[in-house]
């Protein structure tokens, strides 16, 4: 049976460290404010004379995961390039990065899956193996915040949660008895309420798509309705759990952890309870890195493994996220 397995992790954050009293100096917050609804204490942003994008993240995220899979940029069959920050509005970020490997001809996917950029990502790849159509593929999660929220006090709902990060994972397919690698996966979406939590600007049903006046009303800015969002990630989270493990004919015992993304800790709380998780079965970095939507998860994973909680034949995580769009879903992926 074909199987899709992870060769090699990597991350990479700038060096740019903004604490929560940083922000002090922009708008009117606090530590405690920010710690007490988000769970965050720190982020970290890229330089701010600008001049890097989503795919200089993740260029230096995938040269890691690269060289710990043994791979070159040649091996690759397929890129996969999570973001909503692309580094232009088009072409994507994927192709940029396919350049900076060095590639030629190699082609490149950009998805726009917001938080649950990993989980698509990760389903995507496993398609593309199970069918034959790649055998190595490359996926990155990267995003570039900073630059694009309104570091004020009326953008400040929105920008204490995001941070800049990528993270990167080299899959590959394999033919093989055993029960490893991804076991399943489970997408949804619900449209209908996109716009609570959505980034207007540039917009192609707007005529022109960027004018003064518009970006007097500060549409350019991601606006977001924090209660619908924590309304529907509390009840999406547990829901998609649950049919994860169903569809993988597991239970949560089989779980050795979860490293859901990293949104806001209130949420992971909120849902962590609802499972009646204890404290070692979920995993949690958002103090550190805040908000890096498609770059999270895999961010975390590699954070896991370096941590050497990976210690085990068999060893099983689930990933759940839920996001913009809304987007939602999980996925199994067990350890040889």
């Known amino acids: ?3 899709t397995v992870i060769r090699g992790t990597g991350r990479y954050i700038p060096e740019r460290l903004v604490t929560n009293q940083d922000l002090t ?3 009117d917050t606090s530590d405690e404010w920010i710690k007490q609804r988000t769970g965050i204490e720190q982020r970290y942003w ?4 600008g001049g890097v994008g989503a795919s200089d993240l993740g260029l230096e995220a995938s040269k890691i995961a690269l060289d710990r899979a043994g791979w070159k940029p040649e091996d690759l069959d397929l890129i996969i390039f999570a973001t909503l920050s692309p580094d232009i509005f088009f072409p994507g970020s994927g192709c940029l990065l396919q350049h900076k490997l060095g590639l030629e001809t190699t082609p490149a996917l950009d998805i726009r899956q917001q938080c649950t950029g990993f989980i698509y990502g990760m389903a995507t790849a496993d398609a593309y193996i199970r069918s034959n159509m790649a055998k190595r593929i490359l996926f990155v999660g990267s995003e570039v915040h900073s630059t694009g929220i309104d570091i004020s006090t009326r953008g400040r709902d929105v920008a204490v949660l995001f941070g800049d990060g990528a993270g990167a994972v080299c899959l590959e397919g394999i033919d ?3 029960d490893i690698g991804i076991l399943t996966t489970v997408l949804h979406s619900q449209g209908k309420l996109a716009d609570g939590l959505m980034l ?3 917009a192609s049903r707007l005529n022109p798509r960027i004018s003064v006046d518009i970006m007097n009303e500060a549409r350019q800015f991601p606006k977001m309705n924090g209660q619908i969002i924590f309304k529907h990630a509390v009840r999406r989270l547990p829901e998609v759990t649950k049919e994860t493990l169903e569809k993988a004919n597991l239970s949560i015992d089989d779980i050795d952890l979860i490293i859901p993304h990293q949104a806001n800790l209130r949420i992971n709380q909120a849902f962590q309870n609802t499972m009646n998780l204890p404290d070692e079965k979920i995993f949690n970095n958002i103090q550190r890195y805040g908000n890096t939507t498609a770059g999270s998860i895999p961010i975390a994973l ?5 941590m050497n909680l990976v210690n085990k034949k068999n060893y099983t995580i689930l990933f759940v996220a839920f996001g913009a769009g809304l987007t939602w879903g999980g996925v199994v992926y067990r350890f040889a």
Do not use: A, G, S, Y
Not at 46 to 49: G, I, R
């Open 200 to 202: 207007e600007l540039p």
């Open 46 to 49: 890229v330089k701010e004379e």
């Open 176 to 178: 093989t008895d055993e």
């Open 302 to 306: 590699d954070e896991v493994i370096e």
């Open 1 to 3: 049976m074909k199987r």
């Open 25 to 27: 100096q922009w708008m």
